[in-house]
């Protein structure tokens, strides 16, 4: 199945984005990596008549060593973490898990889940 018709919108900074999803309210879906949304907007099972792509948000894609913290940015892709300085000296870890997580084995991070008011 295909999805049903709906309005695509590709902002490029946060405030915009926004302004979109508070002017759409309920209508409108944050599109990330479409790993969930897209497979149900193709079932039918969610139907979006505004979708919101975050992708070209470059404010939401940063890798930043505060020195106690490696602190990744919402839409950071993996090869850019994985290319970065910084993960050599870090260990995964994520509040979620008993146990602390690898990537890969040659790399190590913390990772810290932070949120902010937009």
């Given amino acids: 199945m295909k999805p049903s018709r709906f309005a695509y919108h590709a ?5 915009d ?11 409108a879906k944050p ?3 479409g ?12 139907a979006p008549s505004v979708v919101v792509d975050l992708n070209r948000i470059g404010e ?6 505060d020195g106690v913290h490696l602190v ?25 898990c008993k146990e602390p997580a690898s990537i890969q084995p040659e790399s190590v ?4 889940i932070r949120s902010t008011a937009v």
């Fill in 31 to 33: 599109l990330a990596g």
């Fill in 72 to 96: 990744l940015g919402a839409m950071t892709r993996h090869r850019v973490v994985a290319r970065s300085e910084s993960r050599l000296e870090r260990r995964v870890e994520s509040r979620f």
């Fill in 60 to 65: 939401l894609a940063y890798v930043f060593d």
């Fill in 109 to 112: 991070l913390k990772l810290e």
């Fill in 35 to 46: 790993q969930s949304l897209v497979p149900l907007m193709n079932l039918r099972l969610a």
């Fill in 11 to 15: 902002p490029a900074t946060i405030s």
């Fill in 17 to 27: 984005c926004v302004t979109l999803l508070a002017e759409h309210g309920d209508d």
